[in-house]
């Protein structure tokens, strides 16, 4: 069974342009969930997401960017207009529909660096 | 609201030593805890999980960690570090039936031979 899956592992933008990010969750997970790790700070939680709804994304900023799992293919998180600042790692993580201890696995992340 | 607080940012111990990271955390209801494990460059893995059966934990890699409600604690320890113990490591909560986990500011831990 093969784990959270991440594309592109690293991706390269100059500011103004948009960054997408993609992850396929684990076999049978529909639950899947969006970290940012700024430089030298631990995990932030953004965005909470089942097949084709956002159940929570009390921690995505409010302009810029946007998420979507569709009911086909992988979860997308997408960045327009990007700004150095929003150079970090982007990690997703999956969970089965019933977690009755709410584990969460990890992908491998995607760095993003902003020119 | 929960959060979670992890003293010290680095630690460093020599090979062989007592590996001991510290977690405290808030939590209104009863959470459930994680530690995680990261190496450069990579994603998270997890260590260990307390989910309200046994309070201390045993994970992978020979680490443990226990759960003290009167501290609000979960702590981490490993007997012996090993030089492949370098990583960081975040401690983690959820509340039971939440979604998100909340994550410490993690500890980066330095070992010497």
């Known amino acids: 069974n093969a784990g959270v899956m991440q594309n592109p592992r690293h991706l390269v933008r100059r500011r103004g342009q948009e960054a997408r990010l993609r992850c396929s969750p684990m076999k049978g997970h529909s639950h899947v969930y969006w970290y940012r790790q700024l430089p030298e700070e631990g995990l932030k939680f953004m965005v909470y997401l089942q097949k084709e709804n956002i159940i929570d994304e009390s921690g995505m900023p409010k302009e810029r960017f946007s998420a979507e799992f569709p009911k086909e293919g992988p979860s997308i998180l997408r960045i327009q207009q990007v700004v150095r600042g929003d150079s970090a790692a982007y990690f997703c993580?999956?969970?089965?529909?019933?977690?009755?201890?709410?584990?969460?696995?990890f992908g491998p992340g995607t760095r993003l660096t902003v020119l | 609201a929960q959060s979670v607080t992890q003293l010290g940012s680095h630690v460093s111990v020599s090979e062989g030593a007592l590996v001991l990271l510290r977690c405290n955390y808030s939590s209104s209801v009863p959470p459930y805890l994680f530690w995680y494990v990261q190496y450069p460059n990579q994603g998270l893995q997890l260590l260990l999980k307390y989910t309200s059966a046994a309070t201390l934990v045993k994970g992978i890699n020979g680490f443990e960690a226990e759960f003290k409600k009167s501290e609000t604690s979960f702590h981490l320890t490993k007997p012996s570090a090993h030089m492949s113990d370098a990583a960081e490591y975040f401690c983690a909560v959820i509340k039971a039936a939440g979604n998100k986990l909340t994550f410490g500011g993690g500890t980066r831990v330095l070992v010497k031979p």
């Open positions: 993580a999956s969970s089965p529909p019933s977690a009755g201890d709410n584990e969460q696995f």
